[in-house]
């Protein structure tokens, strides 16, 4: 029983992204779930990093479970959805040990969470 019985799960699904996505972010944005999923997926990156996100984004990733709640402009950590929704949607940022099942990110600053360690 390997990863491949999981290929098909969302950590988030679309219907997750529409009801807690607000209108407001253009007419593009608001009306295509899929450019609502890369605004999620690039703010989320983006406070994963210790970079500064929009109020209204940030109170999405934190209702999303994505996000520690806590300020927009200041360093936040990522849940462990929130760590495992990068790593479904941005896996070229990272490497997998399939000895134990751990991962990392491949990158210089070090995050370290309850179970896993991150390098960014």
Same mark, same amino acid.
């Given at each position: 029983?390997?990863?491949?019985?999981?290929?098909?799960?969302?950590?988030?699904?679309?219907?997750?992204?529409?009801?807690?996505?607000?209108?407001?972010?253009?007419?593009?944005?608001?009306?295509?779930?899929? %450019? /609502?999923? =890369? #605004?999620?997926?690039?703010?989320?990156?983006?406070?994963?990093? &210790?970079?500064?996100?929009?109020? *209204?984004?940030?109170?999405?990733?934190?209702?999303?479970?994505?996000?520690?709640?806590?300020?927009?402009?200041?360093?936040?950590?990522?849940?462990?959805?929130?760590?495992?929704? %990068? /790593?479904? =949607? #941005?896996?070229?940022?990272?490497?997998?040990?399939?000895?134990? &099942?751990?991962?990392?990110?491949? *990158?210089?600053?070090?995050?370290?969470?309850?179970?896993?360690?991150?390098?960014?």
């Amino acid at each position: 029983m390997g990863i491949e019985k999981f290929k098909n799960f969302e950590v988030v699904r679309d219907c997750e992204i529409i009801h807690f996505m607000p209108i407001g972010f253009g007419e593009d944005i608001d009306n295509d779930v899929s %450019l /609502q999923r =890369e #605004l999620v997926v690039k703010n989320c990156s983006a406070k994963f990093r &210790g970079k500064f996100v929009g109020h *209204s984004v940030f109170r999405v990733l934190v209702n999303m479970g994505l996000v520690q709640d806590g300020s927009p402009s200041k360093e936040t950590k990522l849940t462990m959805r929130g760590q495992l929704f %990068l /790593q479904q =949607e #941005l896996p070229e940022l990272f490497s997998t040990s399939n000895e134990n &099942g751990s991962w990392s990110v491949v *990158s210089t600053t070090h995050y370290q969470s309850s179970s896993h360690s991150l390098l960014i």
